[in-house]
């Protein structure tokens, strides 16, 4: 469910179950041809007009939404995402000062907090979470790094890509957009360029790596180019949706260009042009769940949860095992207020935070739906889960402890709601 777009100073980052599956399609291969776990390593998405990426407090990356926009080909994004891991293995973010590492641990610490406390809506999972505070400009101004550092990275992204069987050119193309920037004031440019300095030693040396790759020609797959453009169009729609309208008008009937016209039109209010363009998706492509999604945060905005709530069913049925996906159908059955639906939205809510013990909102939903359906116990000991993801430990001890009370002696919620009494103590030391 997307959160509700609330304005604050500092950084704004993007949730959203297909944007992340598509990224994780770009990484995957990198990562593991850097010998990396790709689920130890976690990719941020910040709601960001202007080309960035970078990486921050261990095997973190962080990717500006204006950079995914403003990629033609995946083989751009995967350059990009080659080129950051290069720091990652190069160990050049532990190598930093102490004043480093405490900004960007600061700065995940924000991120968790700011998605964890964002407050469903309705609207799918394309939604955004506000980070409060100046980490923005501190990230910027530490995470610049030296020549070699960046010229060792390059040639870190020419041999992850070479392994991965992809073509280093998409990298290449990219600083070649970059290129275009250098003669820019520093207060002009974007973030890219002040902290991954661009160099015409650099520029030079990719180019002769293409030109001796045996992948130097070789297209991205189709199937991962149909995935970029529904990315970009959906981000488009969201994001700007008067230019997702200009981009891709009505005599478009091109996947990408319904998708980000049903997008945009919904982001409008204009409903009833939302869902002729998601009927028209959804009926071409039965099987795809982020069309039934879409077709659901629609009717849902337009006031039809009863309607709303089986293109949800769908999405999910789909795809079960995406967290944000169960997280707006439970939403959906608990705003029908039905005993049967919110005892289903308790299954589902739990699977959400099983999968994601930080997600602030599916343990506040949960809360809340349990609290309805009279466990006074759980929905207390949810409610200090909550304060816990939320790096609040003096609320989260004052819940545990009123859960104690209230829950059955030795039973595996009675010892959870210890636990999380015991850490809450050790966290408010350590603060």
């Known amino acids: ?44 998405l910040i709601d960001d007009p202007r080309l960035n990426a970078f990486v921050a407090g261990g095997q973190n990356m962080f990717l500006h939404t204006g950079l995914l926009l403003r990629a033609e080909t995946p083989l751009q994004v995967m ?25 960007t641990a600061a700065l995940i610490a924000s991120y968790v907090l700011g998605i964890g406390t964002a407050i469903a809506t309705g609207r799918g999972d ?17 995470l610049a790094y030296t020549r070699g550092q960046e010229a060792a990275a390059d040639q870190a992204a020419i041999k992850l890509l070479e392994v991965s069987g992809y073509s ?20 002009s440019q974007d973030p890219y360029i002040r902290t991954h300095p661009l160099t015409q030693d650099r520029i030079t040396s990719l180019r002769a790596a293409v030109a001796q790759s045996r992948y130097a020609d070789k297209p991205a797959p189709a199937k991962m180019v149909a995935m970029h453009e529904r990315m ?52 071409e492509f039965p099987e795809d769940p982020y069309f039934h999604e879409l077709k659901g945060d629609i009717l849902f905005h337009a006031g039809r949860v009863a309607e709303a709530r089986p293109s949800y069913v769908k999405a999910v049925e789909i795809l079960p095992d995406a967290p944000l996906l169960r997280r707006a159908l439970a939403h959906v059955q608990m705003e029908m207020n039905q005993p049967e639906m919110d005892k289903e ?12 013990p930080r997600n602030v909102t599916g343990w506040r939903l949960l ?3 349990q609290g309805r359906l009279g466990d006074k116990g759980m929905s207390t000991l949810a409610q200090a889960e909550a304060a816990l993801a939320m790096n609040n430990p003096r609320e989260a001890k004052g819940f545990a402890q009123r859960a104690l009370k209230l829950l059955p002696e030795y039973s595996p919620g009675w010892l959870r709601a210890q636990d999380i009494d015991g850490l809450a103590d050790r966290l408010r030391k350590r603060s």
Do not use: C, W
């Open 232 to 283: 970009r169009a959906k981000l488009l729609g969201y994001l700007t949706p008067q230019k997702a309208l200009r981009k891709y008008p009505d005599d478009d009937v091109s996947v990408p260009a319904r998708y980000a016209r049903a997008i945009a039109y919904l982001e409008r209010g204009e409903m009833d042009a939302a869902e002729q363009e998601a009927d028209s998706l959804v009926k």
């Open 345 to 356: 939205a308790v299954e589902h809510l739990k699977f959400v935070t099983q999968r994601e």
């Open 168 to 187: 280093p050119r998409g990298l290449l193309e990219f600083f070649e957009i970059l290129g275009d920037q250098e003669a820019l004031l520093s207060s």
């Open 1 to 44: 469910m997307a959160p509700a777009a609330v304005q604050a100073k500092g950084l704004r980052f993007i949730r959203d179950t297909e944007i992340e599956n598509t990224i994780r399609a770009y990484s995957t291969p990198i990562f593991l041809a850097a010998g990396l776990d790709p689920q130890a390593v976690d990719v941020y």
């Open 79 to 103: 350059g990009v995402i080659a080129h950051e891991t290069g720091h990652i293995t190069g160990g050049h973010i532990v190598s930093r000062s102490e004043e480093v590492k405490k900004t």
């Open 126 to 142: 394309a939604g955004a979470a506000i980070i409060s505070g100046g980490q923005g400009a501190a990230v910027s101004s530490l």
């Open 367 to 369: 809360a809340g739906v």
